[in-house]
Every structure is written in structure tokens, then in C-alpha cells.
């Protein structure tokens, strides 16, 4: 028989990348193996994952919120109630005997769309948020956000000359997943100079660049807070992108996921699309996605999260739940984590102290981690960094030169994945190369994250690593 | 601006159909609700959902492995270990202990393959129960069957004249997902009057009549056991249709999600397509998908499974694990309970006991029923149904008269679709037609579960519907 080759196999699936959880990656988990080794001859003691936004890994620990456990194991294991009375506060009891009564086991599979009691839920959550009506049978929830993004970009693609635009940088679900349906990503630069802000004009050439390639542009995609930049939106772009959306017919797909990790909330609040394009009248469709992932919950490993519809017909709507059903429905944990999300304790019941002081300690770890971060980073030789106000990263600028570009064409390597590559292999710090995120034309970058604790030796690294680097290579 | 219509949308999609969670299935959600008013008029008083193989849903109440939701809950909440140490047998801390420690938190993203260290007790599991090795490497936990059936699917398929065989009756997520992925279903029809044998001949003609089409077969699906038809395949015929892969240089997509579904071991055996290729030493690329979801744990609602490579090239296993890792990871709480699945208690260990009562009285209830159910079913007039030797489900032969196919055109509804949606009116009893698995052209049939409890009241339902249905329409 002829053996299975990769060049029979479906050519979208071999234009995907995801650099996330890419050859960075994986030579940090060869290391974190060689590791376990007595003589493992390598310069440093850990692998730091800074390569992804993933708070409660090994090594990060971010603890999870209490409440939400608590409740998740009594769904697991009813019978504990009873059998342990006093290991659980009374609101945990009695939310886990509400969700019983509206799920049952959570071992069976729920409505596609989600548990209808949750999505009730959500709504209440978006409504509170905004001060618009939302309908709980516009919401969907899912395996995570990318699981939804995914859905959503293999409907609106309907031939190769389709057209989605993304930001640059972007979070590479986008570039991956378009690829995977044959679509084509129409690029569009935000401004490193200007705290990675979006401008209306730079998408518009982007549209004109598209017009002449022949493609067709069918969505907007916006990361607000910003991945990787963490930058937020005001207000009055965001009203610009909805109109721009109107007059080119495009969905807006609105990535909100970082909504809840805001550094500074006086001068950079989140407002969502959905307030945006309720208040305006708009009649864009708006797909708004949400997730456990981020934000302080940090639940990575449960694949939960929700995406609500606007102004989507309900002709959509149910081909939506179609390709839903086909999946059968989005893991239980994660939808009863979703319910946690949109529904904390309150303020007077018995979780809520606790709650409050989990929640506050992430929140202000998190603020003061990312502005040491960047202000240190700041003063290294030819690395310029924004101070991001929202979201879990920072995207230093590096400038690399020509010896170095050079060494890492020797190498065969991009020259950001070559300076990453040397990062990890003298310190064990694993962060993204740009080129995994997009970036200008001889503009060099690198994403990491700001969850790793003791930042002192973190920083210390880089900063060592880096002073080493530019001794060799010159700025 | 132009609104968001289905006919601008991706054109595969339009195509996707997935009865299983149909008409049928929305029509029985909305008679739920209505029960739930005082003066509803409905002619039952409980909607009994038979259209889908989930075990633990309200009104089937299949009970969880306690082991596992033991296991589950500690993972969920360590804590729990000192604050109830009495609510759990030693084995289960144990166990949680030690996933723990490989694990960390459940709430991180785990490796996108899967945990290694599952990973490995799945192959463990697989060379004892083939008898032949098995690679951890070569194993990917996955958020269920259909995710990695769904995965493979969209990597085989490289053109629209791409084909992939498959089985009629078909479980629809084969048809949904080559619909989906823009490929050409080829099918061969098993054999309803031999026990829904599967025949080299049929698969043979389905070849020719590919060929003449201009369809270039890339997978053969085989369902073992079959869904929606319990047949097992005898090991002879597992071999011939090795062979035919082998000459036809076809990849074998095994579903083996109902493994561990036997009536009758002793005359209806498993095995594994893995291990009849590696007794002959076969060439040909095989893809083995195993489930939580069925079995007698019938986990539905964590969405795990995994499926093992045989024979494919470490350059496509690297494909496979980049589409993952834009997944991110299966859901850890369905990866662990994948850890129950193939390590269960053993003899001499605290938890055994329990789980080999609580195992075995599924299986007999199962066996038992769809023994009963089949009998009954055989004794009305019109009816035929093969006594499954495995799965979960029947897949009875109706003969519907002119009379009520004519009756059936007048309401713009298949003869099948039709009697079921009658079946649904009168008795709540929600059953799939079977045209939503496929038939012969003139055959018509359903698909219902046996995982009912109170066999009597429900076939006693069926038994009064079909014959006040025979009264009606004649024979």
C-alpha cells in the first residue's frame, strides 16, 4: 500500500501555525524533562512558562478561587453534603443543590447551546454590565472562547477569497483558524508607539489593500483588552469600529475575553461592543466572546465559556446550534464554572469574604507585577515596552542588530525565535517570539507573561540575559 | 448595510445534518418545558429521551462510578483530603494524590496531547488488553470521540472528491463532519437480514461506484461495535477488511467507543482493530477512538476519550498536535476520568467492591433490557429487530403501508420522521428515524436507546403506539 504522507492530507491543516505552543514550547518541556535528571548539565534549575496565559500551571500556582472548587465538588460527589457537613459553607451547599436541580448529573450531556439555567445567568451578567436587555437564547456556551472563534470563523468563511480582518499583533488562534478554512486574514497594524492603540485609518487601508487583492471582507476581529498588548479601546473607537462595521457589512467578532484584568480602572475602563452597538442602534452583527480562562478564575483546564449573538437572525442562529449538537455540548465543569463567573457571591453571604480577598490578591499581584515588569524592561538597552493597563501580557519591542540578524539567519531561525531560543536555553524562561503574533516589517518583539511570582528573580533574568546578549551582539 | 444571511455563509456548513439532536430532539426540549405547566394537555406526563446515548440524564438516571466522582471531587478540592478524610476509601486519596502530582492543578491547561502520565496508563491499557505494545507518544486524549474523529476527518479530507467509507447505518457524525469538511461520503450498506454483519462485497461495489464518480477513496469507518446496529465483527472479517485497506491504501478509522457494551461476551467477543493489525503486521494507518462517554461509566458530560495512532509518520503525528495545540487541551476532568477508564480498581483495593457491583449491575440492566426490548419489539406486526449483541441501542425495521407513506408526504415529512414524530406525540417517547443513520431506499427504521429504566411501562408505550399506529395505516 502507498504509506499516508503529509502531502495528501488536507493543505489548509498544513498552512496552520500556533506559535503559543510551538517550538518554544516544546523545547521548554524537553527541558523541564531533562530536568527530573540528577546531572542535567543545564544552566538553570526551572522551566518558567511564560508563553502562555495558563495562571494556575506548575511552577505559577495561582490558586483557584476557592467558592467556585468548593461547589464543583460537590457537583462531582453530592453525597459529600451529607458526608461532610461542615468542609462547605452554606451558600456553597445550597448553589450546588440549585445547579443539581437544574442539571442533574453532571455527567450527562446538557442542551448543545448550554444549560439553559446558565444562560439565564449570562444574561443577567451582560444586562447588569451594560444596561441593555440580553436574551439568554442569543447566548451559546462553549469549550472556551477558541472553541466559539473557531465555530464562528468556519461559518463566515465561504470560499478562499473570504476575508476576515485582524489585528497585528494578534492572538494566533486567529491566523491558525482562518488558515484551517481556507480563508484569507486581512492584516490590519496597531500602533506600539501610541500604547498599541487601533486606528480606524490603518484598518481602512487594509480594506483598500484587500479590494485590490481581490478579497472579500466579511468580519472585524477586535481584542479588547489586547492580546498580546493589553491595550484597552475607548469608547469613541469603539463607536468609529462599529460604524465602520455598518458601512462594509462586516460581523464583529469582539474577543473580550481579558475583560475582568484591567491594571488601571480609572483610566482605562472595559466597555463591551454589546453596550457600544446597543447604545448606538446599531444593526451590526456582533458576536461577543467570554471566557474562565482569564480574568482572576483562571479555570484553563475546564474549557468553559460563553459567545452571545447580536442583531444574528435566528435562521443563523439555529445553524449555529446545528454545528453545536454535532459536538453533542460543552464540558459540564466548564459550564458550571461559567455559572461561578457571571454569578460570584455576594456581598452578606458566607463565601463572599473569602471571594473578595482571593480575588483582590490576583487582581493587585497582577496590576503590580505588569508595571514592575515594564518599567524595568524599559531601561534595558534597545527594549521599549508599553506599560499594558489590561489583559495577562507584556509585548516588549526589542531592537536586534545586524549581528545578530545575521547569527540567526546562520542559525535559520527568525531573529525574534533566535533571541527566544537563547533566552530559554540560558535561563529557562520560555516566552513567544512576535513573529508568532505578527509585527511590522524589521520590527522585533517577544510576548510574556506577567503571572509568574517572584518577580525580583524573574526580571533579574531577563535583565541579565539581556545585558549578556547586547554585550555579544551589540544593540 | 447588508444583513448577515445563511446563503453568504460557508456552503458546507448548509449541508451538515445531524438528526440525533434534529427535529426530533427539539421537539421533545419543548414538550419538557410544557410539562412543567399545571393544565399542559399532553398525553403523557414525561418525556423520555431514547434519541441519544446518554446514561446519566434526568428521567434515565444511570448512577456514576463512585470511585471515579470520588476521585473527581478531591481533584476538584484537595482540601477536602484533611478537612473530610472519612468521606473517602484510602484508595481514592491515593489516587487523587498521585494524579496530583502529575497533574498540578486541574484548573491549568495541560499538555495539548493529553497528560503524559494518562497517557501512558492508556497504554498500559491497550498492551493488556491486545497483548501487544502500545505508545504513550502515539496516544492524544481528546474532549471525546467526535473531537478526534471529527480532527482526523478534517485532515483526510483534501479535496471535495476526497471520500471516506462509511457504514449504512452510520452514527450521523460521519456524514455531519465529511458535510462539514466539504469531502464525498462514500457508503456500503451492512446487512440488516444477517444481524447487520458487515460484507467485503458491499464494500467492494461502494468502491467501483467511487471510482466510476471520479471519488478518491482516503478512510474506511468501521463501527465496532456498531452504532446505531450493536453488531460485533468476528475477527475473519476484521481481517479481510485489513487486507481491503491495504490494497485500497485506506486509512482505518476504528469507532470502538462501545468496547465495553457486550450482551453476550461469550458469543459476541471484542476485538480491537489494533489487535488484528498487529497480529498480521499490517502496514495500514490505523486510528483507534475510545470514549468515557459509553462503557458503564457513561460520562457524557466531561467530554473525554482518546484515540491511538498505528502506523502513521511522526511528520502527520506532528500535524495532529498542532491542530490540538489551537484547541489548547482536552478538558482535564475529562482526561482524569480517561485515567478511571483504563485503571479502575482493582481486586484487593479498598474501592473494588463497590465498583464491581456498581459496574455489573449496569451491565446486566443493559443486557437484560435490550434483550427484553428486542423480543417485544420482534412480537408486533410489521417489526424486525436484531437482538444487539452490543452497544446501546436497538435499531428495529418498520414496514410503513402506503397508506401512512402517503400521509407521511402530505405533511412534507419522511415515513420515518413521521412515525417517530407521532410516537414522540402520543407518548413522549423520543426515538431517532432513520434517515438520520441511513437505510436502504424503501426500508424504514428507528433508533432508540436501552437505557430506560421500567422496561415494562416503556415498551408497554411503544406496544400501544404501533399498534394503534397499524390500526390506523394497516401494515
Given at each position: 500500500?502507498r504509506?499516508?504522507?503529509?502531502d ?7 498552512k496552520v ?5 510551538g ?10 524533562n531533562?530536568?527530573k535528571?540528577?546531572?542535567?548539565g ?6 518558567i512558562?511564560s508563553?502562555?496565559?495558563?495562571p ?8 483557584p478561587?476557592?467558592f467556585?472548587r468548593q ?6 460527589y453530592p453525597?459529600l453534603?451529607?458526608l461532610?457537613p461542615?468542609?462547605f459553607?452554606?451558600d456553597?451547599i ?10 442533574g448529573?453532571?455527567?450527562a ?5 448550554g444549560v ?8 443577567k ?9 440580553a436574551?439568554?437564547?442569543h447566548i451559546?456556551?462553549t469549550?472556551?472562547a ?10 463566515l ?8 480582518l485582524i489585528?497585528i499583533?494578534?492572538?494566533p488562534?486567529?491566523t491558525?483558524t ?6 484569507t ?9 501610541a500604547g ?17 487583492e481581490?478579497t ?14 493589553g491595550?484597552l ?6 463607536e468609529?469600529l462599529?460604524r465602520?462595521?455598518e ?5 464583529l467578532?469582539?474577543?473580550e ?6 491594571h488601571?480602572r480609572?483610566?482605562h475602563?472595559?466597555?463591551?461592543f454589546?453596550?457600544?452597538?446597543s ?9 461577543s466572546?467570554h ?9 484553563c483546564?475546564?474549557?468553559g465559556?460563553y ?7 435566528s ?12 459536538g ?5 465543569q466548564g459550564?458550571?464554572a ?5 454569578r460570584?457571591?455576594k456581598?452578606g453571604?458566607?463565601?463572599y ?12 499581584a497582577?496590576?503590580?507585577r ?7 524592561l524599559?531601561?534595558?538597552p ?6 499594558s493597563p489590561g ?6 519591542q ?10 540567526a539567519k ?11 531560543l ?9 516566552v513567544v517570539?512576535?513573529s ?9 518583539h ?16 531577563l535583565?541579565?540575559f539581556?545585558?549578556?546578549?547586547v554585550e555579544?551582539?551589540g544593540?
Amino acid at each position: 500500500m502507498r504509506p499516508l504522507t503529509a502531502d495528501s492530507l488536507n493543505p489548509a491543516i498544513l498552512k496552520v501555525e500556533y506559535a503559543v505552543r510551538g517550538e518554544l514550547a516544546i523545547r521548554a518541556e524537553e527541558y523541564r524533562n531533562k530536568l527530573k535528571e540528577p546531572n542535567h548539565g543545564l544552566p538553570f534549575d526551572r522551566v518558567i512558562s511564560s508563553n502562555i496565559g495558563n495562571p494556575q500551571q506548575v511552577g505559577l500556582d495561582q490558586p483557584p478561587l476557592t467558592f467556585g472548587r468548593q461547589v464543583a465538588a460537590l457537583m462531582e460527589y453530592p453525597d459529600l453534603a451529607k458526608l461532610a457537613p461542615n468542609a462547605f459553607p452554606q451558600d456553597v451547599i445550597a448553589r450546588a443543590a440549585e445547579l443539581r436541580a437544574e442539571i442533574g448529573s453532571i455527567g450527562a450531556y446538557s442542551h448543545s447551546q448550554g444549560v439553559p439555567f446558565i444562560r439565564q445567568n449570562v444574561a443577567k451578567f451582560i444586562q447588569e454590565r451594560d444596561g441593555f436587555p440580553a436574551n439568554p437564547n442569543h447566548i451559546f456556551l462553549t469549550a472556551g472562547a477558541s472553541a466559539g472563534v473557531s465555530l464562528f470563523i468556519s461559518m463566515l468563511l465561504s470560499d478562499p477569497k473570504a476575508g476576515i480582518l485582524i489585528p497585528i499583533p494578534q492572538y494566533p488562534l486567529y491566523t491558525a483558524t482562518i488558515a484551517q478554512y481556507d480563508g484569507t486574514p486581512i492584516p490590519y497594524f496597531l500602533d506600539g508607539s501610541a500604547g498599541w492603540s487601533t486606528s480606524l485609518s490603518e484598518i481602512k487601508s487594509a480594506l483598500e489593500i484587500a479590494d485590490e487583492e481581490g478579497t472579500s471582507p466579511r468580519a472585524l476581529v477586535v481584542i479588547n483588552p489586547g492580546n498580546p498588548t493589553g491595550a484597552l479601546l475607548n469608547e469613541e473607537t469603539q463607536e468609529d469600529l462599529v460604524r465602520l462595521c455598518e458601512e462594509h457589512s462586516l460581523v464583529l467578532l469582539a474577543d473580550e475575553v481579558y475583560q475582568d484584568n484591567l491594571h488601571k480602572r480609572a483610566s482605562h475602563p472595559f466597555t463591551s461592543f454589546k453596550k457600544i452597538v446597543s447604545r448606538l442602534k446599531s444593526p451590526i452583527p456582533l458576536v461577543s466572546f467570554h471566557s474562565i480562562s482569564k480574568g482572576v478564575m483562571g479555570e484553563c483546564g475546564r474549557r468553559g465559556g460563553y459567545f452571545e449573538c447580536t442583531n444574528i437572525s435566528s435562521e443563523i442562529m439555529a445553524l449555529i446550534y446545528k454545528m453545536a449538537s454535532v459536538g453533542l455540548c460543552p464540558p459540564l465543569q466548564g459550564q458550571i464554572a461559567v455559572d461561578m463567573l457571571v454569578r460570584p457571591p455576594k456581598e452578606g453571604e458566607e463565601s463572599y469574604a473569602l471571594w473578595k480577598k482571593e480575588t483582590d490578591t490576583i487582581h493587585d499581584a497582577l496590576a503590580s507585577r505588569t508595571h514592575v515588569m515594564a518599567e524595568r524592561l524599559n531601561k534595558l538597552p534597545g527594549i521599549s515596552c508599553v506599560d499594558s493597563p489590561g489583559a495577562l501580557y507584556l509585548y516588549p519591542q526589542i531592537s536586534l542588530s545586524d549581528k545578530a540578524i545575521e547569527a540567526a539567519k546562520e542559525a535559520g531561525k527568525q531573529p525574534d525565535t533566535f533571541y527566544a531560543l537563547a533566552l530559554l536555553d540560558k535561563t529557562g524562561i520560555c516566552v513567544v517570539p512576535g513573529s508568532g503574533f505578527g509585527q511590522r516589517e524589521g520590527h522585533w518583539h517577544y510576548r510574556l507573561t506577567c503571572l509568574c511570582p517572584g518577580v525580583d528573580e524573574y526580571v533579574g533574568k531577563l535583565e541579565k540575559f539581556h545585558n549578556s546578549w547586547v554585550e555579544k551582539y551589540g544593540q
